[in-house]
């Protein structure tokens, strides 16, 4: 075969030309047809964190889930460039929805009563 880029005469297994550097066709043959593994690393720490906001929002009021679902959309966002871990972003998102409801609802509830007076503030 030829260098498809100088035209040298090149051995029939050679992956690359010798002479100019360029890869030949063989190259391309070789590499698998899998893609590599892409994780969507976003999308772990949005399912992490939302977690983390669900079990603690008490104590944080709603910053972990908030925190949570915002890397959840940037992990399902990002999903198209991931093939890994991208079960994670989505159960993150779902978490995150849950995390900042749930402890949403529990805060208006809580400033309700304390707005009412019957809470006893002191
Ligand atoms: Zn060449």
Redesign the pocket.
Known sequence: MF?K??G?ELDDNAVI?P??G?PTDKLYAQQPLSEPKKINGIGIAGFVVGLLGLLGGNYLFLIPGIIGLILSIVGVVHMKKCNSANGLAVAGLIVGIVSFIFWLLIWILAIGIIMDGSYPLY
């Open positions: 260098c880029n100088c040298k030309c002479n100019c360029v």
